[in-house]
């Protein structure tokens, strides 16, 4: 197939849309909420190794919740199947920052893609050491350039991050965080602030395609078993309270972020991410989502 | 591959283990807890006509909630996207025959394989003609031979089968049932209670590998993309409350039963079926989840 | 005090406010729905056997949920503390007729009003014989007059009754019901359409306010300590999820139905019935309310 | 009556249960758990003046949430109905630090005894000053003498406080707090580690039983339709999640702290603390308890 065509196909189809998108921009934290709302971007890495991109797909955005995807690849690296004794792996029904079902499952989160689970993966990473300078050595190895922290956006977070401040303590209240709050948080919160471009989340995510192994990175990231894994969670868990409808529309594992980014995996085929900032009721990426519609219509690929 | 070694190898393997089966055997109904849990069978349909079996894999049990699978099917020729207006598309987070979710989200069903969805597809057939009469006629072309009820079993779940009742009822009293609650629930009833054997579900699970045509059936049950739709449902909301530890560990869309019987697709693949009646704690088939973990295992296969 | 004359004052002050009850009226059922809105009645009973009443004071209406005091009181007769064996006593913090609760308390009601708690203890009165006749006969005895169902609302609840339905079934696969679902349920729907009115009610609740004896059933219907119980109740669970509201802005126990009727007990001094038919958000009578807040302010009466 | 002489029979009835008492003793925070079980108190002090005491009624105790009837008096001085703004006044019927009806109700706490209420009631007081200052004055004047907070306490709530973090902050993201949620805590976590003893909080719940005025405190702490809302407040969501088996066993507004402390309000007759510091499964005193139903069982006081 001739990606670069087919995405600058769907580049020209989408542009358009971006005059409708007004109204719709994430404003949670005032960081975000600067970011122009009339941007789209998209980029792919095959596992032959061939790219394409189109529109703004050089922008860095905040990758904000696809960060869960690369801290829960170095929890498994460093702990094995021990990951998974304190977190579920069962979709939530549930908002992605609810606190309800944490309680009736006294503070063991229902997956590591809500944020409860993310901000135990990353409490498992600080017991292994420097988890934030581990996750940037992490992506850099995988983009084969160095990947850094928006500070102004990690401020944000910080500064407003009042129910993920909830949610950690409520989990150390149940005694299923090993490590000091606020440390927890520090890098919860800057890792949702780490900066990446289409191109560079296409490349990083490389390794989900090709059972592991990454053309960069050298030795494997992940064992092919592990890496179906963690595929299936993004397919059963990745974007929030939509992942059934993703599924059904889409049928590819993908994991969403509030700054407007969805990196999607074809395994055996392709990694991809896609990029535009305003974000519809489900928090997903109002424009981004179409723009995944429009790939696997376009080239008929899903995992189903 | 040669499936039939690997179908023997697997049933070789696994029926020692049946040894251990005692106090697992599902009691919620007479009918069923008298079935022998010493019981295993396996059996596949490739894309390509090519049949294996192994075990107990012509003895017929009680389908229960894989019938789902194909009530579904059935309303989705009927209405086709207007099947979705009342029935959604996500995973409950819940157990099977839970009320909560029902409740908070005003008597709309979270997806059509917990069972207040199958009691709205069943409403939506009941609509439509005689809906057991279509279920079975169905099942029969796709089997190439009749398909039974086991009238035995389908009294036995109408007796006892007051949480349904409640969840009927429940819906009734939001508006989300257009029929008599008592119509809908026969239908519900008999077709949990169908009979087939694994050699027979294998075959009429055989379009959903093969993009919705079936080889005897003639005539394409459903379109490529409703195809993919379904799949995508079996694998994020068709084993309960393990749907992500099936994602995680099998990687293949199923469904599951609590007469014991799993079904599982492998896209332009296969189509296959696996038996044993005794449950684990989940509801699923204890000794069938393991058929399929030593399936996949052994082939390779997944969607992911 | 001239309760006489407070009533009068009551009824000279609120019957203006009729002319805003336009939309309030309750239409849950067909039978209900048609009741003028534009009436107010109010009635009391002291211990020492004066009586005062004022506006529709003699029309009867349907007591619906006001009818639990009375199948409570029949089924403490008959089980003592057995009674509270799979009933609970604590409010409830949901909707009168929520299934979250009994779901999460696997099917034990949380208190004996709401719904959920009224089929339990109608369940545990068809144990003991003929439930409706007896209540009926309690009825009579307290009021001196024969007290009848009203036959055309018993069939309205009947025939729209699919919320109670389901909480019966809920109920009954959970193994808190001993009875045939449907014969209970004819119990309680039955119940739910008995005719009083204010002056009926007030006097039949005479024995709230004299420690359990009253002046025309001759005998005790209950003793001094079940009597406090029963206020109790009604003061903490009496009144839908407003409970909280009656006991801070009221400060008695009260119960209400649907109806538009609220009875109210004074302890040691009378009881008291009032009614209108339009309800508020909370399901209690809209100008009855009002009622029982002027009566509190005029007479200084409250438990607290 | 002879209060004295029944007190003295509750404590010669009780003391020898203090022998069972081993297992039951509150250990939450260290500081509490350090405290002998084997201690029993009880005072009153009547609407007359006349005082009564029995047993360790003089021994200071950590009086947890009974100060949350005090800061919400407070809270009421100062704003008057503007103080239910934000904070509801129904029984929650769920535990005391729930987080999932904060949640459904979108940061409004049930009512001012629910620790996410007595947070948001403190959050009220720092908008009006130094809140706790202002507590420690007004239980000065009630009592009479200095009251103080034990600095351990205090420390030992701040570093174990996870729960209640979470709830300050969960409302926080809600914006249902106006206040630095650090500052909020502070105030919390010292009025909850406030020592008094039965006699000093018995004296200072007089206002309570006196439609608002206090003997020592000169003007009227509260007027009297804000005293009766209080009290209505303790009997329905005074005592966690046994408020309905309170107000069904005991009949009076009562208040409980996990310190092992039971204030009781008789209106228009007397105010009562009891103390025992073994809890029972809800969170009470287990003894507290028992010394105030024989009370009411001895004097026949009840509101019902």
Redo the contacts between chains.
């Keep these: 197939m001739d990606f670069q065509a087919i995405l600058d196909e769907i580049d020209d189809e989408l542009r358009p849309r971006l005059d409708a998108v007004e109204g719709k921009v994430a404003s949670y934290i005032p960081a975000l909420a600067r970011v122009s709302p009339r941007q789209f971007g998209i980029a792919l890495r095959t596992c032959a190794g061939e790219t394409a991109a189109a529109g703004d797909a050089a922008v860095p955005f905040s990758i904000q919740s696809m960060s869960k995807v690369f801290s829960l690849t170095l929890a498994i690296r460093a702990l094995g199947e021990a990951m998974w004794d304190r977190i579920?792996?069962?979709?939530?029904?549930?908002p992605f920052n609810?606190?309800?079902?944490l309680?009736?499952e006294r503070g063991i989160p229902?997956?590591p893609f809500i944020n409860a689970g993310a901000i135990a993966v990353a409490d498992r990473l600080v017991s292994q050491g420097d988890a934030l300078a581990e996750l940037l050595a992490l992506l850099g190895r995988l983009c084969g350039e160095p990947i850094h922290v928006d500070a102004e956006v990690a401020q944000s977070e910080a500064d407003t991050g009042?129910?993920n401040?909830?949610?950690?303590?409520?989990m150390?209240?149940f005694g299923t965080l090993d490590n000091d709050?606020a440390e927890v948080l520090d890098v919860y919160f800057h890792q949702c602030a780490i900066a990446m471009s289409c191109e560079q989340v296409a490349s990083a995510a490389g390794y989900l395609c090709r059972d592991g192994r990454h053309p960069l990175a050298g030795t494997p990231v992940l064992s092919a078993a592990q890496?179906?894994?963690v595929?299936?969670?993004m397919?059963?868990?990745g974007t929030y309270?939509?992942?059934?409808?993703f599924?059904?529309?889409i049928?590819l594992?993908c994991k969403s972020g509030v700054g407007g980014g969805i990196m999607a995996i074809v395994?055996d085929r392709l990694s991809l991410c896609v990029w535009s900032p305003a974000l519809d009721a489900t928090g997903n990426s109002w424009l981004g989502r179409q723009g995944l519609e429009l790939f696997v219509t376009k080239t008929g690929l899903?995992?189903?």
Excluded at 98 to 101: D, E, G, K, P, Y
Excluded at 165 to 170: D, E, I, P, S, V
């Design positions: 579920g792996r069962e979709p939530s029904g549930s609810s606190l309800v079902q309680e009736s229902r997956n009042f129910r401040t909830a949610l950690a303590n409520f150390k209240g709050v890496t179906r894994r595929n299936a969670l397919l059963t868990c309270d939509a992942a059934g409808e599924a059904f529309r049928g594992p395994p899903s995992v189903f």
